[in-house]
Structure formats: structure tokens, C-alpha cells
């Protein structure tokens, strides 16, 4: 653990220093998001503003082993608005400032290395600030409909949700249809993207029933075919204990 918070640290160090920024680096400071959605906070791992540039280099540490797309990445896109009104900056400034998001993730390994940026001109991220922002907004008045996708892994309400359920049934029903295509090269790999979302979106389906099914077995409810079984953990010595 202390490897991989070396590396976000070494990683912001070596930025700053080049600069001569150290003293400016604004670090889990809380931010108002009103730029998305009235009274909406946030508190960004680590910013930095650069006027020598100009640029705004905004780093968010990612621990775990899933990988963190930071290509429109809508954490980014909401910490950069929280930034963007805090220094000020206008229709005119944003055509002049680079805004660079960086994620560090020491777990999580893959050609594009564990330091990931997403680099776009202030001017050019307003259109996806609005994309967030009217999303939002339709959330909270309640007129929002809900789209299963890789995000409900996250997703708290997932056990109790219809539209996940419904996805779930129509993968179901669909791999009992024959196909008997042979798919080539581009239609292989695209075939191949839509089982790999599909074979995530049943595991999300089927982890939030498993919870179900143990709660309700615990309380007294039968579930047919299924029971809970007790385990223990592993035996050790206590030192207060004497050893004939």
C-alpha cells in the first residue's frame, strides 16, 4: 500500500517540482459543485493550477484493481467544474487553458501503464460539464430512467433494481437461440465486446441475489434448494494460553 501511495505522490512531486508549484498544490480540499447540480459537493484528491502554461493538472488515486477509465471520466468532469469556478475562469480564459486529468492506480496493469491522462482544452470540456449537468438534473426531478451498464457494479440499489432484473432475463432468454453464423474479424471482436459486457452485467445480477438469498435464509425465510452453512476462521495460538 505504501508502494502504490508512492507512486501518486512521486508522480505529483515530480510535476510540481518542475515548476516550482509545491506550495500551491490544493490537497482534499472541499469544493461546491453547483456548476452540476445546486448544494452538490465534492473534494478532489490533489490540483494544481499552473499559470506558467497555463494549465490545470487535477490527480485522483485509484487503489483498486478494477480498471479506472479516465477518458470522459464523470468524477473528472465534475471536480474540473468545482475547479474551473473556483479560479474563475470564463468563456474566454477556458479557450486558453489546458485541463489535464490524471489517474494513478498502481493495481491495476495494462498497456496504457498505471498513470492514465485525460488532456482537453477547458473550452472543449464545457460541452461534457453540460452533458453531466443536464443528467443530473433529470435524476433529481425524478423523470430519469434507469440504463443497466458496467456502472451498476457500483451501484448500491442493484439488488432491488427492474432494469437490471429485465437485462439480465433477456440475456438469458437470448442464449438459448441458436446462432449458428460463423462471425470473422471485425464482427468477431464486436460479438465478442457485447458477450464480455453481458457475462459483467449477469455476474452484477447474480452477486446482489447471493446477498439476498444468505439475508433472507439468516432471517428464517426459506429459499428451496439453497441453505446457509457456518464457517470458522483459522485457529491460532493465544500467547496468554499455556502449551502443555
Given amino acids: 500500500m505504501v ?3 508512492l507512486e501518486y505522490i ?3 512531486t515530480a510535476y510540481c517540482q518542475q515548476y516550482g508549484l509545491v506550495s500551491k498544490l490544493q490537497i482534499e480540499e472541499r469544493l461546491s459543485i453547483a456548476a452540476i447540480y445546486p448544494g452538490m459537493m ?3 484528491d490533489c ?3 499552473n499559470p506558467q502554461v497555463p494549465e490545470m493538472v487535477n490527480w485522483d488515486f485509484k487503489y483498486g484493481h478494477g480498471h479506472v477509465e479516465v477518458y470522459r471520466n464523470a468524477q473528472f468532469i465534475c471536480y474540473d467544474a468545482a475547479i474551473l469556478d473556483k479560479l474563475k475562469i470564463d468563456g474566454i480564459g ?3 487553458l489546458t485541463v489535464r486529468n490524471r489517474v494513478v492506480q498502481p493495481r491495476s496493469y495494462g498497456t496504457e501503464g498505471t498513470v492514465r491522462e485525460w488532456c482537453i482544452m477547458a473550452s472543449d470540456l464545457r460541452p461534457f460539464i453540460n452533458q453531466v449537468q443536464m443528467s443530473a438534473a433529470i435524476v433529481m426531478d425524478g423523470s430519469g430512467v434507469c440504463t443497466p451498464g458496467l456502472h451498476c457494479n457500483h451501484c448500491t440499489g442493484k439488488s432491488g433494481c427492474e432494469a437490471l432484473q429485465q437485462t439480465a432475463q433477456d440475456i438469458m432468454d437470448r442464449t438459448a437461440l441458436p446462432t449458428p453464423t460463423n462471425l470473422h474479424g ?3 471482436g464486436y460479438e465478442y465486446t457485447l458477450l464480455q459486457r453481458a457475462h459483467k452485467l449477469l455476474t452484477y445480477r447474480l452477486e446482489s441475489i447471493a446477498t439476498q438469498v444468505e439475508s433472507d435464509i439468516r432471517s428464517g425465510k426459506q429459499v428451496p434448494g439453497y441453505s446457509v452453512q457456518d464457517t470458522y476462521g483459522r485457529k491460532k495460538w493465544k500467547d496468554d494460553v499455556p502449551v502443555d
Fill in 10 to 12: 512521486s508522480d505529483i
Fill in 186 to 188: 471485425g464482427e468477431l
Fill in 94 to 96: 477556458d479557450q486558453m
Fill in 42 to 44: 465534492g473534494t478532489p
Fill in 47 to 49: 490540483w494544481v493550477y
Fill in 3 to 5: 508502494d502504490g501511495v
